[in-house]
């Protein structure tokens, strides 16, 4: 029988075409299951779904929404191995970080559960006596959400979740990459007791059609997208027909600044895993690293030591540390950026090359890579990696840093680490970023605002800022 992978209306459905696509695991190219292969058709119905469903969701209490939410935090913690399985067998990433994902991930429906309960409106002092003035917050309406391969179910729950607490519905189309996670939390949902049509789900291995159609049909009123820029762009222009709401979680190229009197341990460990967690394919990854001059030599020699002892592997085995690449795209952009960096002169102090010993033959595995001697000349310091590559540059002075990590057309992550307190102060005024770790590898929390300044995006997920991308604002003037 033919994978059912969308749903909508509340039903499990094929595609309207009949066809499939095989999804992959990344550590051995085995197929790992099937999905719907939804198009335009699809999306349409998905949508008409959504906006049926939409005014009862939207005059339901706010605690019945909630309710729903919070049941389909306990679904997701209950079957946390399950969902973190199947998201390593289709994303790649070890399993400890899967898991770790699925609790990451209800963290944002917990979140968006309670803060359910606490959209207020407003009174305004009147200047004219006969005049009140009230403010309501109201749901947007039928949201498009699209999200990407990288956290297969975080940035799906990132989403949905804020949205339906909002009192929005939704058509979710997840990244062609890792539809099966999506139909997982899709099904759980459906079982906290989604209404029919409240949320939908649209995969596809063509985004194009599906992208289209939820920006020209005009029953969609909000788009929300995490992915590459260059997308993010095509949206926007695509939404500005119908002035549509956007919010936009794009690329970054995180800088990482080590000043001399950091504590160069912490300041290692946590480059650790800001660079190398889900192999370098996070966009709040680190980049590009800066170390100033006076430790530079000390720093690498610290670093590179670690880097040396990670354990590449398939994620499923529990000692894994560091898994493949998603695709064989993702895995020739790797070696492009190192080979330009070996041309403009870097020192490969450990790694550069593609893993092909025994079974990782199979897959797309990258060897943890550290670039000395990394400068402004070379791709990976200007353009996302989204690898295991941690080219290293020195610096003299804190203004130089600075003007370094400000030198660029994103504005996602940045991080530094030091021990003095001014510089601290500084720092976190003058970098232009959404996102600043002070000492900190691992910023993102779902009580927190996440997002990004200049061409990394528009607006913020986490935290109370989270629905207010989900909420129109409307001023209601009584004549009294
Ligand atoms: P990446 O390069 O990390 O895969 P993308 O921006 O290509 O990032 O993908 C992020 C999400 O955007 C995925 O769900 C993908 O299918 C979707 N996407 C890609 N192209 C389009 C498009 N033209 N319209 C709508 N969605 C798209």
Redesign the pocket.
């Known amino acids: 029988m033919s994978a059912r992978t969308l749903f909508h209306r509340g039903e499990w459905a094929a595609a309207e075409s009949g066809r499939t696509f095989a999804v992959h695991d990344p550590a051995t190219g085995d197929t790992v299951g099937e999905a719907s292969d939804g198009g335009a058709v699809d999306t349409a119905r998905a949508v008409t779904a959504a906006h049926d469903a939409f005014p009862a969701w939207a005059a339901l209490p706010a605690r019945e929404r909630s309710a729903v939410l919070m049941r389909w935090n306990a679904l997701l913690l209950s079957r946390q191995e399950e969902v973190a399985r199947t998201l390593v067998a289709e994303n790649g990433k070890p399993i400890k970080e899967a898991r770790a994902e699925v609790a990451y991930g209800a963290g944002f429906v917990e979140w968006s559960a309670e803060e359910a309960k606490r959209i207020y409106g407003e009174t305004i002092p009147f200047s004219v006596p006969g005049k009140r003035h009230i403010v309501l917050r109201q749901p947007v309406g039928v949201t498009g959400a699209?999200?990407?391969?990288?956290f297969p179910l975080a940035m799906v729950t990132r989403k949905v979740a804020p949205a339906l607490a909002a009192g929005c519905t939704v058509v979710l189309?997840?990244?062609?990459q890792t539809p099966l996670t999506a139909a997982i939390a899709i099904k759980l949902l459906a079982e906290a007791g989604a209404p029919p049509g409240v949320a939908n789900l649209v995969t596809g291995s063509d985004?194009?059609p599906?992208?289209?159609t939820?920006l020209t049909d005009p029953l969609v009123r909000k788009i929300t997208?995490?992915?590459?820029t260059?997308?993010?762009k095509?949206?926007m222009r695509g939404a500005a027909d119908q002035v549509k709401k956007l919010s936009l979680e794009l690329g970054g190229c995180a800088p990482f600044l080590v000043f001399a009197d950091a504590d160069l341990e912490k300041a290692a460990e946590g480059l650790l895993w800001c660079k190398f967690r889900n192999a370098g394919q996070t966009c709040i990854c680190a980049n590009r690293i800066y170390v100033e001059e006076a430790i530079y030599d000390e720093f690498l020699k610290r670093f590179t030591e670690k880097v040396r002892a990670i354990r590449v592997g398939c994620g499923l085995a529990e000692e894994t540390q560091l898994g493949p690449l998603i695709d064989a795209a993702a895995l020739a952009k790797v070696e492009e950026h190192v080979d330009d960096a070996r041309r403009h002169g870097a020192r490969v102090f450990c790694g550069g090359r593609r893993l092909t010993e025994g079974s990782l033959a199979r897959g797309n595995f990258y060897e943890p890579t550290v670039l000395a001697s990394a400068s402004g000349a070379m791709r990976c310091m200007r353009e996302e990696t989204?690898g295991p590559v941690a080219p290293i540059a020195p610096f003299r002075t804190e203004d130089e840093a600075v003007r370094l990590a400000n030198d660029t057309r994103y504005g996602l992550a940045a991080y530094f680490y030091t021990r003095d307190v001014s510089r601290v102060v500084r720092l976190m005024e003058r970098l232009e970023y959404g996102i600043i770790g002070a000492n900190d590898p691992s910023p993102a929390v779902p009580q927190a605002p996440f997002g990004g300044f200049k061409e990394s995006g528009i607006g913020r997920e986490g935290g109370k800022f989270a629905l207010e991308e989900f909420l129109e604002v409307k001023h209601v003037c009584l004549g009294v």
Not at 146 to 150: A, G, L
């Open positions: 699209i999200t990407p391969w990288n189309k997840p990244a062609e985004p194009a599906i992208g289209h939820l997208f995490t992915g590459s260059e997308v993010g095509l949206l989204f």
